[in-house]
């Protein structure tokens, strides 16, 4: 088992930055690093955690592919994603 | 741009864009014969927001999320009710009281289902389109709409 971890498949991931989130963070993406396995709510985790991004909320909304994600989304290598603010279009 | 149309099908044609959609042009001669109705909703920046006198917005997309949303909406909006054309575009870039934001255009044979429609893809756009808007006020601050305390509070730091 210990053996297995050490090769196993890390996920990185680029999540793209906009609005108010895109300012406080003074860039326009963040790439994290995840288990195989990660899923969006870990996404989260790991980019809350990272240096200057602790103003994000618990449960931000997240489009994975350019949709609307739910937490327990797994994510894979390529995909899109991005940190949507709460929304003021129209 | 989105097009899409076919058969019995609404036409649904949807974009983003950073030119003015002040134009009437896109919007005219919408659907066919068989339509007897048609409604234009433009969504327009206005001079005062919550008693503050604006001095001009800032729309930002993720212009490509953005696009495929509005094309849903629209085509939820095709599937509930009986039209026969939708246009949606919205604007993104500096906009100035006055100006137009957001433009929808929608054609059906009855008037009732022209306005149910019209109605529910600018609800909807409001509540699910990835767009923001930040307003600058005569005074020079400047918010996040809809972000909060906070984001205005880090806004004005940043002036």
């Known amino acids: 088992m210990k053996g297995a971890a050490e090769t196993a498949v890390r996920l990185e991931i680029t999540a793209r930055l906009f609005g108010v989130y895109r300012e406080l963070a003074g860039a326009s993406e963040r790439s994290v690093t995840l288990p195989a396995d990660g899923t969006v709510s870990d996404l989260v985790a790991a980019l809350r955690g990272s240096e200057g991004l602790d103003f994000l909320p618990e449960r931000p909304l997240v489009a994975v592919n350019r949709a609307y994600a739910a937490p327990e989304l797994p994510l894979a290598a390529g995909d899109e994603v991005a940190l949507i603010p709460p929304v003021a279009g129209g | ?159």
């Not at chain 2, 919007?27 to 234009?40: M, N």
């Open chain 2, 1 to 159: 741009m989105s097009e899409r149309g076919g058969g019995a099908d609404a036409t649904i044609r949807t974009w983003i864009t950073d030119g003015s959609l002040d134009g009437f042009e896109p919007f005219a001669r919408l659907g066919s014969a068989a339509d007897g109705a048609a409604v234009v909703f433009q969504g327009r920046v206005r001079e005062a927001s919550e008693g503050r006198e604006v001095t001009r917005l800032e729309y930002e997309a993720y212009a490509e999320m953005a696009e495929r949303e509005l094309e849903l909406i629209c085509r939820e909006a095709s599937e509930r009710w009986e039209v026969g054309a939708i246009v949606a575009a919205h604007r993104t870039g500096t906009l100035e009281p006055g100006e137009v934001s957001v433009s929808i255009g929608v054609a059906a044979p009855h008037r009732g289902q022209c306005y149910e429609a019209s109605r529910y893809v600018i609800e909807e756009i409001k509540r699910r389109l990835p767009i923001w808007k930040r307003e600058h006020y005569a005074d020079g601050s400047t918010t996040w709409v809809g972000a909060g305390v906070e984001a205005a509070a880090s806004a004005d730091v940043d002036q």
